[in-house]
Structures are given as structure tokens and as C-alpha cells.
């Protein structure tokens, strides 16, 4: 192949793609120079949330348990309890966060960063439930509750 002409098989022809020239970080076949990227740095991997966004997450979730029992139920203690489980499981289980994770940029993974699933999401929701669970920590800021479900809360956002 000619380098000045650019005579020759196409890379096309020998299974290659020529990426568009517009495109960042891509390599031109002509000059062999990549063009510049427009983000130098790499993507931010999501971290482990901080305990002040968790405990704000959960008071929000709290509070829409509250508000659904109130409206529904006249503050019954055991339907707060019910109402807040079945949120938790539903919304973590389906979305990978409940509403007050996704106000503060939260979200519940499990250890390879996938969603956890209802399995885990429950396993989680109950042992939140019980309380003791929640305040044991351990030194990756995972409370037991997220160690027995196999899961981890990350700041998405």
C-alpha cells in the first residue's frame, strides 16, 4: 500500500472499520496520529457513598413510607414498616435504587457492579429493617446489612 496515495485494499476490504474523522481519540489512517480527545482524563468510576448521603437517603424514604401510611392507613406503625420493605424491595430490586437514593445520586450495586436483583434487595431491606444490621460497620463502610446481601451503595452522580 502506497502511504501518500493511499492505494490498496481498504481496510473495509480486509475486515477493519475506518472510524469517522470527527471522532475523538481516533486514530487517521493517513498520518498515523490519533486526534485529540476531548476529555484527557478518564471516566470516574462510582465510589462508595458517604454515610451522610446514606442516612439522608434512608430519612427521605422514611418520610414517603410515612406520608403513604398516613394517607392510607392513619400512621400505623406496622404498615410504615410493611410500606417501607416493600418499596425498598420493589424500587432496589427493579431499579438498583430506592427514591431517596436516586434524589441524592445513590444507587444499590452488587460487588461486580450490577443490579442486585429482588433476591438481594430483599435480603438487604430485611436486615435494614432490623436496625442492629444497619449500624454495624465494617471498615469498607459496608454495613452488615450490605455484607450479608452481598451488595454496596456507590455515589452515581
Known sequence: MCP?????????????????????????????????????????????????????ALLADWLIALAI?????????TANLVIFFAMSVILVGTLGSTIGHRILGLGVRDLDGGLPGPGRAAIRT??????LPAIVWGPDGRGLHDRWAGTQILRLR
Open 4 to 56: 501518500q496515495c493511499y492505494i490498496g485494499p481498504t481496510l473495509e476490504a480486509v475486515g477493519g472499520v475506518r472510524p469517522a474523522r470527527s471522532t475523538p481519540g481516533a486514530l487517521n489512517y493517513r498520518s498515523g496520529v490519533t486526534t485529540p480527545s476531548s476529555s484527557p482524563r478518564p471516566p470516574r468510576l462510582p465510589q462508595p457513598a458517604a454515610i451522610s448521603r446514606r442516612l439522608v
Open 69 to 77: 401510611s398516613a394517607g392510607f392507613f392513619g400512621y400505623d406503625p
Open 126 to 131: 430485611l436486615a435494614l429493617c432490623l436496625v
